[in-house]
């Protein structure tokens, strides 16, 4: 549908990774457009006033108009977060951390914005997928990111050795990530299931304070004393 320019624009706003560097992380373009938006699509509200708080918003943050789109949302709400671009408002579109769209239940509104013909501009910020996979040494040409991985121990060795395999055949870089406050049992399982000569990259709290990026083979990994990734964000990656 060709973009309707009586609407306004949905403005993918990428926020920090967790931290308050804000300076360090985003452009300084990208922090004056946020400060002057007055409507936004958040995953969650504390974090996007918190994070518009220390962006120094142009506008008591009280006044600011804020819904919500988590992984809770009905999909049958989402036409109702459009309505402020079809009144020709622009909009902020925010993740928890992080990139919005990327890994993040905003995509579903970015495809909707599509069907109606709104503008979508994506933003500079950081990915911690992406930022992970420049550190990692892994091949940057051919990637693929896989979300989570199951819950369940057979089933998550079980899709270990498949994307081992997939990464083996293909040349391929297997990125995934898990809930911070299992990453040790996800570390745990993926060293008891891989193969000793596999490169696997531990990248964990990227770009914050006592960031962690190693890359080494399972075998190194088993030698040494493993990192404690409880409850700190942490992106898996191996080749």
Known sequence: MAINTSYGTLYLI?????????????????????QKLEHFVVEDEKS??????????????RDLQFSTLNEHTDDK??????????AGHDVGLMSEAGCPAVADPGAKLVALAHQKGIHVTPLVGP???????????????????????????AERANKLKEIEK????????????????????????ILSTCHANTRLCVASRVSLLNEMIATKTI????????PDLNKKPTVFLFL
């Open 48 to 61: 996007a006033r918190q994070f518009l708080g220390l962006i120094k918003h142009s506008k008591p943050i």
């Open 127 to 153: 990915s911690a997928i992406l930022m992970a996979l420049m550190a990692s040494g892994l091949n940057g040409q051919s990637f693929a990111f896989l979300g989570y991985l199951p819950v369940d121990k």
């Open 77 to 86: 709400t989402l036409p109702d977060l459009l309505k402020p671009l079809l």
């Open 14 to 34: 990428p926020v920090t990774l967790g931290g308050d560097n804000i300076s360090q992380v985003l452009p300084a373009d990208v922090v004056s457009l946020a």
């Open 219 to 226: 075998n190194s990994w088993k030698q040494g004393a493993l």
């Open 166 to 189: 997939r990464a083996q055949t293909h040349k391929e870089t297997q990125i995934f990530i898990e809930t911070p406050y299992r990453n040790q049992q996800m570390l745990e399982a």
